[in-house]
């Protein structure tokens, strides 16, 4: 199996390339580190951009949504969408406004989704969200009725080509700046996550699902989705 | 002056409309949380979405990049281009698949963006980005030289319609599950801010800038920028 992706006209960084990489251990670390990505596509000629939850398995991506939704029905219309993840890693602070910048982590994968219709397919492409974001939730829950489950509709798109691009490490000053007398630095940013809140209706002596054991109150995001340890579920669809 | 954004064929939430708002109050609130956004562009007909910084100035947004960039010169091509921030507030765990959920906020912004290119209207931008995210950080920093304004483009865009989507609150649960002996609830999830990380060539006795005093550490980063307390700089651009 390839472990890289091939640069295209899509994807190659023209610009400072010495931030991009192709290779997929790389492009799923940045994916794999976040839930939420932004999809781009076309509609009657004009570019949209929708945020939404995924989750990868193998070299497919997947989201979902309403089997309405005019959003997902135009992703799957054959075209070819871009799904952009992004990490915001920090504040850049330079000696002059030139050096001021930004630390992410970004990938934009490209790929022709199709949409999961039969019944069973979605139910496991779920099970393998939600199995996949909360280890062993599935088997808590209440099964899908077939109502929900004809409601909703699954896009699963192959990665056909993707890069990642990374901006790391510090302040990259302008040599003749160095012996400013000005500060800079970095300040930096992360998701974190939040004590869980209890649903006010929830049973009495109802324990916290050990499914969230991972997103422990002040973790960061990225380590707790790094902490779920597989979930053990089949990667859906397309294999 | 309009307080609301026309709802438009392109803004208007067909589903869910109770998630969805237009007046600029609320779709300000959620651009002025973020300084990171994903631009959808069409390049040869296939849209692509690129994350970058962006700042607002009255009913404007505004971000930049190199002036060789392929991807902002696409975006100026005289395009409507779609600008989407988004907040991930939180997971949502139900008694039931299909309970599941997250929190989050979102705009999507549209309009034409223009190319600043003279100099000085593109140093009054840039200071303006940098003086409001950093309160007269302008004046602490080496002036920009003519030949790095001159390596970059700002790009100015009209928001022309826009709507904001917003999915708060708790576990909304199917009447019939309340009973289940399930966990159910929320872990909430925030952009934080860490320990500032001076330059390791910073000068001795260089105190930090106090530029960055609304980023304490542990802060969450929606509340940094909301304790900048503006920047006392003209917004530039189509005033």
Redesign the interface.
Known sequence: MATQFAPTG?TRL??RPQRGAYDKETVYAVLDAH??C?????LE???????T?FWRAGDRLFWHG?A???ALAAQADG??????V?H?D??V??????T?S?L?R?V?AFGHPVAITAGPEKRRA??AF?GG??PR??A??????EA?LAAIVVLSMAIEEASAKIRGG??N?VEA???????????????????????????PG????P??AA?RPGAR?EDALAGRNGSGDVPPGGK
Do not use: K
Not at 79 to 84: A, E, F, I, K, L
């Open positions: 899509r023209r610009r839930l939420f932004h999809v781009g596509y076309v000629g004009e570019a949209f951009v929708t945020p939850a309403s309405a939704s005019r075209q070819r969408v871009c799904v952009t992004s915001l920090g504040l602070l330079g000696r002059s406004g030139f001021h930004v992410y970004s934009m779920m099970d939600i974001l909360y939730r599935p808590e829950v209440r099964p899908a009725h929900e510090g302040v000053e700046d160095l012996n400013a007398p000005c500060w800079a630095g970095v300040v930096p940013i992360a998701m974190t996550v939040g004590a869980p809140l209890p649903d006010p209706a929830l049973l109802i324990a916290v699902s499914s969230i997103y995001l």
